[in-house]
């Protein structure tokens, strides 16, 4: 079977020669050219041809991160969105006046709307870089108080959804065999989803949420129409499987809030994918253990970035079972894993015994790093779950 094949196998629940091995190698990538450490037989290499290298499948999730893109395509990072050349869709304010300006490490955007002016603050610096960092990360959050509700909904109101089939025809032949090329959607599962993970800042999201609630929800109704055509032109695309939101946490995205609030939008999202034909898939990095009751009536396909102990409670074990029976499992080993200073030989192998114990028929398992192959990652390890993946 190729990559792509067994890939697809586990996600139906067909069964497969081997169980996938998708390690995730795109920010560990930027890493080493950031530091000037990335070993020749990499050098110019995309992230399929950095798969082709070591013998494993690419981990494609939304878009390959090592492809250069000018500063201004995260002139709506600030909003949960950015543009990428992987992409079925790019999304362009119109009708409203925008200035955007990039200063060393920072990049500022600025919207006038007939509610007052919006202006977000971005940072990537070179540092950011050698950690692996491919996204700037947002100084100045586009909410910073009720007062600035309506001005987002006007914002959104003003969003361009333009779809690019030929880019991700692009994406996706360039993958071929070697991997599933998964179609991004939206990092916030849901609008009040993207309002929490991208357009304020946590802590204050907490006080609005509590105070301001009513003023919240007339601003993600405000943001849905937006949200529809993200997900009518991601699914006609022609990809095998779709990216719809990201980024769960039982304490921060707590039970209550994700019933209510992110699981029926995800829920949507899979019942469209599956009209399309498609699957859906989700990032389900973070601590899930409260939330594992509530992700099968979400009927999403694949949990990505699966994070099990030492770095969260819950066992791979626990986390497959909680899962159920129809939700394929995509990662189960825990970045730290790989790191040296974090264990050692030893301990490494104890570990690996134990996960393939865990790992019990293997069934709707794609086995994977969460979140990402750190960039301090012994490159020997890699090798060695290959090894085991292959016996």
């Known amino acids: 079977m190729t990559h792509r094949e067994r890939m697809l196998a586990t996600i139906r629940g067909e069964p497969t ?15 080493q050219r950031a530091r000037g450490t990335l070993p020749k037989q990499f050098v ?19 878009g390959d ?31 409203l006046p925008m200035e955007f300006r ?60 333009m779809p690019t089939p030929e880019a991700y025809e692009s994406f996706h032949k360039r993958l071929g065999h070697r991997g599933l090329a998964i179609a991004n959607g939206m990092m916030g599962a849901s609008p009040m989803h993207a309002i929490f993970h991208d357009i304020v800042s946590q802590e204050q999201f907490f006080y609005l949420y509590a105070d301001e609630r009513e003023g919240l929800e007339r601003l993600a109704r405000r943001m849905e129409p937006f949200f529809e055509k993200v997900l009518d032109t991601v699914m006609r695309c022609k990809a095998e499987v779709v990216f719809w939101g990201c980024n769960y946490d039982q304490d921060l995205t707590w039970p209550a809030f994700f019933k209510d609030q992110i699981a029926p939008w995800l829920k949507k999202a899979a019942d469209r994918a599956h009209a399309a034909g498609k699957f859906l898939l989700t990032h389900t990095d973070g601590e899930n253990q409260k939330l594992l009751p509530l992700y099968p009536t979400c009927s999403f396909d694949v949990a990505e970035s699966v994070c099990p102990k030492p770095m969260t409670r819950c066992s791979l074990k626990e986390v497959r079972e909680g899962m159920g029976p129809k939700i394929t499992v995509f990662g189960g080993l825990c970045s730290v894993a790989f790191l040296k200073d974090s264990m050692n030989d030893v301990a490494f192998e104890s570990y690996l ?38 016996s």
């Open 65 to 95: 991160f090592t492809l250069q893109r000018e500063p201004g395509e995260f002139a709506l990072r600030g909003f949960g969105i950015e543009n990428h050349p992987d992409f079925p869709y790019r999304v362009e304010l119109r009708g």
């Open 102 to 161: 990039q200063e060393g490490d920072s990049s500022y955007t600025r919207i006038r709307t007939s509610a007052g002016d919006i202006e977000i603050h971005l940072n990537l610096t070179n540092e950011m870089r050698r950690e692996g960092i491919s996204m700037p990360f947002v100084k100045q959050f586009a909410i910073r108080s009720e007062a600035d509700f309506d001005a987002i909904g006007e914002i959104y109101e003003h969003l361009e959804v």
């Open 353 to 390: 015994d134990q996960t393939f114990v865990e790992i019990g028929t293997g069934e709707r398992l794609i086995l994977g790093v969460s979140d990402m192959v750190p960039p301090d990652a012994d490159m020997k390890r890699l090798e060695q779950i290959k090894e085991r993946v292959r």
């Open 44 to 62: 110019g290499l995309n992230t399929a041809q950095i798969a082709d290298v070591l013998g494993v499948a690419c981990h494609s999730v939304r």
């Open 17 to 31: 020669d081997q169980i996938p091995w998708v390690p995730r190698m795109d920010l560990w990538c930027i890493a």
